[in-house]
């Protein structure tokens, strides 16, 4: 209620009272056909990471703090498509492709809020191995169920705060132009283009601010991932041995490197040369894509996962 209130006292400061989201294309006749495609891949997406999450907290086996966040980032997934495709499906089928101020807002600040804290939350990933790996013995004891819980509890409330930080600077713009954003969702840099005021602070803040958000924990991932490497070089002689560590990480790697590449091509590069089309072709490489690979990358590459599956399938049969 609150939030809705602070955003109407906003909505009185510009002249724009709702968008026009121009979406993945103009081109008409690829409409119904994008329709189907970006359906089947939200249904593959929530079914997917929901099944992960029933299967993480019905299986005792994988109630462990690798696969308790495991859990949150199948959460995580499913809400950030949720954010974007639904609007995105309803204007493949509708001719106007509108969202209200109030709403443009709220799309950005749960697109930022929860794709800042699955950044966070992807090193906390990697630091958990980092302490399975490297110290094995304390491993119950550094990642305890308590532990697990408030480090899961304040990265979701920084990426909180982080996204109320741009949906609130965003809505002081005054927007007395067009209206018309080149993109199938509200995203601070589309909004930037169309507002009439000053927006150097908002861009500082976009690339400081989010760029530290971002590339912060991938630092923290990469550092961790160099530790387990260090520490199993000098520690492991057999290569085998090596390899098996490396293997348990190889899933949670893949996941880093498909989330982190358009992050870094959306918000950290400049943003003189990206086309309109380039820029969309990434947000859906990020938004769609990436959380749909996810449970696939888990599953296939993770036997427990897959025999604790087996399991629920014999229970519900």
């Not at 609150?2 to 709702?18: G, P, R, Y």
């Not at 995580?76 to 995105?88: F, G, H, W």
């Not at 927007?175 to 199938?184: K, L, M, Q, T, V």
């Not at 943003?271 to 599953?299: F, K």
Request: hydrophobic share 50%.
């Amino acid at each position: 209620m609150l939030f809705s209130l602070f955003f109407q006292v906003m909505l009185n400061q510009t002249s724009v009272t709702e968008f026009l989201l121009l979406g993945v294309t103009d081109i008409q006749v690829l409409q119904p056909v994008l329709f189907v495609v970006f359906l089947a891949i939200y249904i593959v997406n929530v079914a997917g990471n929901g099944v992960i999450m029933m299967v993480v907290t019905s299986d005792p086996k994988l109630h462990s703090p690798m696969y308790f966040f495991l859990g949150n980032l199948s959460c995580l997934d499913i809400c950030y498509s949720t954010v974007t495709l639904p609007k995105v499906l309803e204007n493949f089928l509708s001719i106007h492709r509108t969202i209200s101020f109030l709403g443009c807002i709220s799309q950005l600040h749960f697109f930022h809020f929860l794709g800042s804290t699955e950044a966070m939350l992807l090193a906390v990933m990697a630091f958990d191995r980092f302490v399975a790996i490297c110290k094995p013995l304390r491993y119950t004891l550094i990642m305890n169920h308590q532990v697990c819980t408030q480090m899961a509890v304040t990265i979701w409330i920084i990426g909180f705060f982080h996204a109320l930080l741009h949906s609130v600077m965003t809505s002081r713009l005054n927007f007395c132009g067009s209206n018309h954003i080149h993109h199938f969702f509200c995203d601070v840099k589309p909004l930037l283009e169309l507002a009439c005021g000053n927006t150097d602070l908002n861009e500082w803040l976009l690339h400081s601010v989010t760029g530290t958000i971002a590339m912060g924990p991938f630092s923290l991932t990469l550092l961790s991932y160099f530790y387990i490497i260090i520490y199993l070089f000098f520690k492991t002689r057999s290569c085998s041995m090596l390899h098996k560590a490396l293997s348990t990480c190889a899933s949670h790697f893949m996941v880093v490197v498909l989330f982190y590449t358009p992050v870094v091509f959306t918000y950290i590069r400049p943003a003189s040369g990206s086309s309109m089309d380039q820029e969309r072709i990434i947000a859906i490489m990020y938004s769609v894509i990436t959380p749909v690979l996810n449970p696939l990358i888990y599953t296939l590459r993770n036997k427990e996962v897959e025999g604790a599956l087996r399991r629920v399938i014999r229970r519900r049969l």
